[in-house]
């Protein structure tokens, strides 16, 4: 692939926001050359020129960019966990109006799914969860609510049967009752504020793009965002290692607590 890709990052910077600088560089820089090669290009200098007076272009690129890959019920031993233990130990100790915040939540498959398990252990109405995503493409889908079978193939029939109406073969969309529950945001990790006063936070298979300094960041930053005793759910191949020098104790295989 011809020009810089250094001059490049600065360019998607400028552009979306986007530090490129913070994700593992062979991993991201194979997409990036992948797309602009589908496009017809061969240097970073003509797509910078296309993405920069072509929204659409602009939007695809984002889009590309953040690995929208989401499921409900995604790891079923995990969500279970979050059921049974975690949750009702965060109940009990700061009672039913949980501050929970969804971050990186692609098409809204996580925070829907906190929803409906919320929902059998306190009313509709008093569950809100804020879910925010980089892709403002994505959260747009995600205020839709139409999923395809793939999506929900994890899902346990209860929560089909109650909060899902089938549309024709190939599509269900999620009840309005739990889409009221969720509010959608846009929010960079990397540069925008984070909320505080959160008694659970899950981000789950995006810390995996990042390098590792970016999610030190990431991670202390989710340390100052929750109470202390609250929780942090990541995904099944993002292991804390260091999990105590961010600030956190071990709850159970993939939940931390803030100490």
Known sequence: MGNNYEDFKKEVLKLTGIDLNAYKERQMKRRIDTLIGR???????????????????????????????????????????????????????YGSNLKIWSAACSTGDEPYTIAMILAKKMPL???????????????????IGVYGPNSLKGLPDEYKKKYFEQMGEKAYKISDDI???????????????????CH????????????????????????????????LFVGNTEQIINYKELGFGFEKLFFYNKL
Not at 131 to 143: C, F, H, N, S
Not at 202 to 230: H, P, S, W
């Open 39 to 93: 496009n017809g290009f061969t240097g970073y200098v003509d797509y910078t020129k296309l993405i920069s007076t072509d929204a659409q272009k602009l939007d695809e690129f984002v889009n590309y960019l953040t690995i929208n890959v989401s499921e409900f019920y995604r790891n079923p031993a995990l969500w279970d966990t979050l059921e049974q233990s975690v949750l009702p130990k965060l109940i009990e100790q």
């Open 125 to 143: 109405n008093r569950i809100h969860i804020l879910a925010t995503d980089l892709d403002e493409q994505v959260i747009e889908k995600a205020k």
């Open 179 to 197: 889409k009221r529950c969720v509010e959608f945001k846009k929010h960079n990790l990397l540069k925008d504020p984070y909320p505080s006063g």
């Open 200 to 231: 659970l936070i899950v981000c789950r298979n995006v810390m995996i793009y990042f390098t590792e300094e970016a999610k030190d960041q990431i991670y202390r930053k989710f340390n100052d965002a929750l109470v202390k005793g609250g929780c």
